[in-house]
């Protein structure tokens, strides 16, 4: 792997609660992830994400914290950490974390300093108000449940400032003493071993708010200073940061206007996300050429995070209404599969119907496109959600691991689990499960490592250029290439369900003995690349040469 080891990694992201419960007490914990780490291992994961680990009243999932310092203990202690650190640095794999500094949880010593007194040490590390804001009832991140951005405290006799919602009151990070306090926690995190961090809503954590402004200016240099300060840290630590915004403002949190990257190393690409999930409702892949060709030039070392399911929503605000309507016809059609005004609250194989040649057509682009693929827990085996539960909650039930009682996550009372698991339908555990798909040489599990290690062969694809094909097309054919040091690699992905041929003659003269490399089934040789067959749903990874100078 590179210097620049995030351009080529396959991220993981999990809950701790809901993976592995090691002591049956009905929450995951750490230890019970430490005895899945082979497992992830054979996956072909080389960094895991993980979400808020900290102490937390858990009225947001974790992102609500009241101590980042330390670990929630339902998970285990410091130590147990320590050692998840240290046995996936012995399997090879890195461990970022989520770092949620915009807010705290209003149990937080520091906010019940703040509201206490005036003269408290930590009131400017919160955002008051004396009078009522003009703004009060704008920019709230989830409308539907949350009314207000503004809340009066009683005893503070003023109203404080919450992006989200109002058990979670925003830190002032124009306060020097926040600043420090935030490099403080990223040091600590650093010093312990976690390989960088995933930044929780960037975009608000460096807004410089005032009470009727709903439109703050943002403060990019302090992304800039704990860049450094991170660096100075670890020289090889990464931020992977949050931040769904336009695509001009893009590329202000990758570095400042002299073309330095000297802030974020990673972005999700939330604009991407958005086409893909259009392009496959349309079965068409226009909107996806049109994300190629509109993405903003990035400066050197700066990388995009790919995704198709994350903890979150499938957040569709980046597409018209229109265009949204024609996602959530496909994939969400009825009311409580959404959320927000704007998502949708499903897992990716219930949302194509349980389709295998869709959801490996899709994943199979996700993971060839530009940046670094991004993988939620549970996706590779194709789990499904549970649209009972409150919310985003629905696609955050316990890892299903075997057949056995609780999907084999914990050997707790079913009423005790932290979540219920999924135990019914074409989605319940003993349907759907690790044990199971791992006897099967034709299962998802084992196309998801066939097609990650295929992907850790073909570095070009994360750390080099990818540009599409533009030549003419059958209906529902993306042709795209990626280019690096090490080589050149073709795709062909068929979002229609009629066969296709596609001639890529023209690539001849590039063409080094080119080879499938991976196919959603066997075709002919590529030969002169002139008559080149692909299914209905089907995809085709093509080695066109390799350079043997590295």
Same mark, same amino acid.
């Given at each position: #792997?590179?210097?620049?080891w995030?351009s080529e990694?396959?991220?993981y ?5 809901t993976?592995?419960d090691?002591?049956?007490d009905?929450v995951?914990?750490?230890p ?8 992830l291992?054979?996956l072909g ?5 993980l ?9 947001d ?7 980042f310092y330390? %670990? ?6 410091l ?10 640095r012995?399997?090879g794999?890195?461990v970022?974390?989520?770092l949620?500094?915009?807010h ?6 520091w906010?019940?300093?703040a ?6 040490? !930590? @009131? ?8 009522e804001?003009?703004? @009060?009832?704008q920019? #709230?991140v989830?409308p539907?449940e949350q009314h207000?951005t503004?809340?009066y405290d009683?005893?503070a006799k003023?109203? !404080? !400032?919450h @992006?989200f ?9 124009k306060n020097?003493? %926040? ?8 040091s600590?995190?650093?010093q312990l071993? %976690? ?6 809503a ?5 807004e410089?708010t005032e ?9 990019f240099?302090?992304?800039?200073e704990?860049?450094?300060h %991170?660096?100075?840290r ?8 949050e ?6 403002e893009l590329p202000?949190?990758f ?14 690409d939330f604009m991407?996300?958005?086409?893909? #999930?259009l392009?496959?409702?349309?079965q ?8 190629l @060709?509109d993405?903003p030039?990035?400066p ?17 605000s980046?597409?018209?209404?229109? $265009?949204r309507?024609?996602?959530y016809?496909q994939?969400?059609?009825?009311e409580h599969m959404?959320i !927000?005004?704007?998502?949708?609250r499903r897992?990716?194989?219930?949302m194509l119907?349980?389709d295998r040649?869709?959801i490996?057509l899709a ?6 496109l530009r ?5 939620r ?5 194709g789990m499904g959600?549970d649209l009972?539960?409150?919310g ?7 890892m299903q691991?075997s057949? $056995? ?7 707790a009372?079913?009423e005790k ?8 339908g074409?989605?319940?555990?003993e $349907?759907?499960?690790v044990?199971?798909q791992r006897?099967?040489?034709?299962s998802?599990l084992?196309?998801?490592e066939?097609m990650i290690?295929?992907?850790?062969e073909?570095p ?6 990818t540009?599409?094909i533009d030549?003419? #097309?059958?209906p529902?054919?993306l042709a ?5 040091p090490?080589?050149t ?5 068929n979002?229609g ?22 196919s959603?089934r066997n075709y ?8 080149l067959k692909l ?5 085709r990874?093509?080695?066109l040469?390799?350079s043997w100078?590295?």
């Open positions: #792997m590179s210097d620049r995030y990694a396959v991220v992201c999990l809950d701790i609660d993976y592995a090691s002591d049956g009905g995951g914990d750490i019970g992830l430490i005895g899945r780490l082979d497992y291992a054979r994961v080389t960094c895991l994400w979400h808020p680990i900290h102490p937390s009243p858990n009225d999932d974790g992102y609500d914290v009241t101590d330390n %670990v929630d203990p339902r998970f285990g202690t130590g147990d950490f320590a050692e998840l650190l240290h046995q996936a012995n399997r794999i890195k970022i974390i989520d949620v500094v915009n705290t949880s209003d149990q937080h010593p906010f019940q300093s509201r206490s007194s005036a003269d408290s040490p !930590y @009131r400017d590390w919160y955002v008051w108000s004396e009078h804001p003009a703004d @009060r009832h920019g #709230m989830f539907g207000e503004w809340t009683r005893t003023a109203w !404080y !400032y @992006r919602y109002k058990f979670q009151p925003d830190l002032n990070t020097p003493a %926040v600043r420090a306090e935030i490099k403080k926690i990223m600590f995190w650093i071993g %976690v390989a960088g961090f995933r930044m929780d960037v975009p608000f954590i460096i410089r009470p009727g402004d709903p439109n703050p200016e943002l403060d240099e302090f992304l800039t704990l860049r450094q %991170v660096q100075w670890r020289g090889d630590a990464v931020l992977l940061a931040a769904n915004v336009e695509p001009d202000a949190f570095g400042d206007s002299g073309g330095s990257a000297n802030r974020v190393h990673m972005l999700f991407l996300n958005g086409r893909l #999930m392009a496959l409702a349309r068409d892949p226009e909107p996806v050429i049109e994300a @060709r993405t030039a990035l050197e070392g700066g990388q995009w995070a790919t995704f198709l399911r994350n903890h979150d929503e499938i957040d569709l980046r597409l018209t209404a229109e $265009q309507n024609q996602v016809e994939f969400g059609p009825e959404r !927000y005004d704007r998502g949708i897992r990716f194989a219930p119907g349980n040649r869709r490996e994943y199979s682009l996700q993971f060839s940046g670094t693929p991004v993988l827990y549970g996706e590779e085996i959600e009972s539960l409150h985003r909650e629905a696609i955050r039930t316990p691991w057949s $056995q009682p609780n999907a084999g996550f914990s050997t009372e079913a689990l932290v979540r219920p698991v999924i135990d019914q074409e989605f319940g555990y $349907q759907v499960n044990t199971l006897r099967d040489r034709n998802l084992s196309w998801f066939r290690r295929t992907l850790r073909a070009e694809i994360g750390g080099g250029s540009t599409h030549i003419p #097309m059958p529902g054919v795209h290439r990626a280019d690096g090490s080589g690699m073709v795709f062909l992905h979002l369900t009629e066969d296709a041929e596609v001639d890529l003659s023209l690539l001849q003269s590039a063409a080094d003995l080119p080879i499938d490399v991976l959603d002919d040789d590529v030969g002169k690349l002139d008559k299914a209905g749903y089907g995809y990874w093509i080695r040469c390799r100078s590295l």
